[in-house]
């Protein structure tokens, strides 16, 4: 079960990173209130699934989880740049994360 919330609370990561971008510094309050309650699932989740996963494990998940999200959802969605080498790269952090949870 702690995988399960961990791989969710990764995905809640992307949605805060990506709401506190179109926040305008907070001053927009949609953005703001999905970043606020994307953090706080998200961090729950994450302390959640740390009582019973290695921290250093857990964590490179969760910020590999969401660091490829949130770049996938900006080259869909916001017109960033995609290229055979920025694919190769993601592709590595996800090899890396998966790597680490099979070797748990």
């Not at 995905?11 to 949609?30: K, N, P």
């Not at 964590?59 to 959802?73: M, N, P, R, S």
């Amino acid at each position: 079960m702690a995988w399960v919330v961990l791989v969710v609370s990764g995905c809640m990561e992307a949605v805060w990173a990506t709401a506190l971008g179109r926040s305008d510094g907070f001053h927009r309050f949609g953005p703001t209130a999905v970043f606020v309650l994307g953090l706080l699932l998200s961090m729950a989740g994450l302390a959640y699934a740390l009582r019973t996963l290695p921290v250093g494990t857990g964590y490179a998940v969760w910020v590999g989880i969401g660091a490829v999200l949130t770049v996938a959802y900006g080259m869909v969605f916001d017109g960033e740049a995609v290229s055979p080498a920025r694919l190769l790269l993601l592709a590595g952090i996800v090899g890396c994360v998966v790597g680490l949870k099979v070797l748990h």
